[in-house]
């Protein structure tokens, strides 16, 4: 059991009810038509994905705060920590709609990729996260390679400010892949 951060299909987009997210969907659309925006859909001029993204939330995220609050205003920490879906939209700032799914209740806090990408990456550079041997795109990767020893080996061998606590390093580089995820194949993240 646990929290999953997870790509959202086109097509799990548009159903409504508890096994999608049209309800979501429908809502947002409407959100941003009231304030002049196009609609949202899913992967539209994106080639698809070649599977799906999915990391496991488990850690505890007492490091990410503190990093968080050491480098980000407390606007940019909770754009960064209090959204519910995340879409590849540049949004001036986060939507709150009055629809709940099973994991936020009542309403759903959208954000856009490229804020919470553009955050991750001031976080990223703060801590000297060696982008190149994190995972990246794949099912649990991440999760894997910071819980089961992979992150412990890099250290080791390229020590830094981010060797210093591997699960603040985890969120960073998992709130980066997200984003990063979502921006190249034009689809949502969500938490279930």
């Known amino acids: 059991m646990g929290v999953y951060l997870v790509s959202v299909s086109a097509q799990d987009w548009s159903v409504p009810g508890e096994e999608g997210h049209g309800d979501v969907a429908a809502a947002l659309s409407a959100e941003l038509e009231r304030r002049g925006l196009p609609p949202y859909e899913p992967g539209s001029a994106v080639p698809d994905a070649p ?12 490091g990410l705060t503190a990093l968080c609050r050491a ?17 590849p939209l540049s949004l001036e700032e986060e939507i709150l709609l009055p ?14 990729a490229p804020r919470i990408l553009a955050l991750a990456e001031r976080l990223s550079g703060g801590i000297g996260l060696p982008l190149d041997v994190i995972p990246e795109g794949r099912n649990l990767d991440l999760s894997l390679w910071f ?3 992979g992150a412990r080996k890099a250290a080791e061998e390229r020590p830094g400010p981010w060797s210093g606590d ?16 979502s921006l190249r194949y034009g689809c949502p993240m969500t938490y279930c």
């Open 147 to 149: 819980l089961e020893g």
């Open 99 to 112: 629809v709940g799914t099973a994991y936020t209740g009542d309403e759903t806090l959208v954000a856009g």
């Open 166 to 181: 591997l699960y603040a390093a985890f969120y960073v580089a998992l709130y980066l892949r997200a984003a990063q995820y």
């Open 71 to 87: 480098h980000l205003t407390g606007a940019e920490l909770s754009a960064l920590l209090d959204w519910s879906v995340l879409v």
């Open 51 to 62: 599977g799906w993204f999915e990391e496991k939330v488990s850690p505890s995220m007492d």
